[in-house]
């Protein structure tokens, strides 16, 4: 059952504050240097009690006082799992590489059993199946022998989610020297941005086939748990045409297809990106139902004849003026009363502060474009592209799909 769809008005947004074409930015003159206000006494007090915190007698003295105890261990863990984070992806890596989550899936085996799998020595074997069950990846059972963990269990045939973590291989590459990257931003050139072959490319319109083979796969493959959580939380069977922009393969499409089969579909992509969803969706049997427009969105009109638009982890890809004119240009193919749904990772989302603050800030740093937004900043965005109002609704997952759900 959806939530009620009770319309959130965007908060007004001062004249000055509004975000402005890339002409009139340039147009204004830069802001003069503000005062920094001096802190308050909290923040004074909070200060003060960091450098306490800082020092080697009061750490010892938290560590032995029974009252504190449990506060500085769980703190000295925490701030441990952050150092040793890359450890624990590698860990992860080598069993998606080696196969190890379908190898146990029918049953536990022996490290023997493991080792005979892997191809790996009797000592390496034993030093990744003991890692990978410190970290809930595996579970030791009786006789010596190994089976999927609780963490381990939701990987097993899990195509989307095993294809992104062998593909997070670049990124570790690209973060490698995260200080270089942060001071170079763009012009640092990475394995990722070589790989999200229109993030730089002058004219993607022109990207051939070879080229978006790759992402398009990947995307395609990641897609489906963002796309239930989209049709879980939002019902599309009160329209009659929906024009995904920016839609890939189709992979939304289809599933989109699937569940509404009155619902009438367009796709809009790149050229290249559209020919491979046309194959996609005929396959699916939905060839008398779809049609797929091959454009720039960042150049191009949107074809109109759609009730509702989607726009399916596509803002996060680029900056606050790219996407102000995709808005304005959606708005446009909409007719009055129409609907846009935006579904992204979101920033600042309750829970999931790490997902948008930490890791695709650091992402799409690595990519060369873009970034994750506050919802807060999507409604402004919206109400500057000509939306009436926008909304957030609640998604099963919050950690992989925000969505905003805007009118005409």
Known sequence: MNPPEQALPAPPVPAAERLRTPAAIDAVPAAPATVTPAPTWLERMRDRW?????????????????????????RSRKLFDIVSGFVYTQTLLACVELDLFEFLADGARTADEIATHTGLSRASTERLVNAAVSLRL?????????AVGPLGAPLVRNTGVLALIRHHRMAYHDLSDPVSLLRQGADYRTELSRYWSYADAPRPQAIDDTRVAAYSEIMAATLP??????????DLSKHESLLDVGGGEGAF?????????????????????????????????????????????????????????????????????????????????????GVLLIAEALAGAKGAETVGDAYFSFYLMAMGKGRARRASELHQLLQSAGFRRSRELPTRFPIQTGLIVAEV
């Open 253 to 337: 499409l289809s599933l989109v297809g699937a569940r509404h089969p009155r619902l009438q579909l367009q796709l809009f992509d790149l050229p290249a990106v559209a020919a491979r969803a046309r194959t996609r969706l005929e396959q699916a049997g939905l060839g008398d139902r779809v049609t797929c427009h091959g454009g720039n969105f960042h150049a191009d009109s949107l074809p109109g004849g759609a009730d509702v638009c989607s726009l399916v982890r596509v803002l996060l890809d680029h900056d606050d003026a790219s996407v102000l004119r995709l808005l304005q240009r959606v708005r446009a193919a909409l007719p009055r009363g």
């Open 138 to 146: 595996l579970v030791r059972r009786r006789h010596g022998r190994f």
């Open 225 to 234: 748990p963002v796309a239930h959580d989209v049709l879980d939380a939002y």
């Open 50 to 74: 960091n450098a306490l915190v800082a020092t080697d007698d009061f750490q010892r003295w938290s560590a032995r006082f029974p009252l504190t105890r449990p506060i500085t261990m769980y």
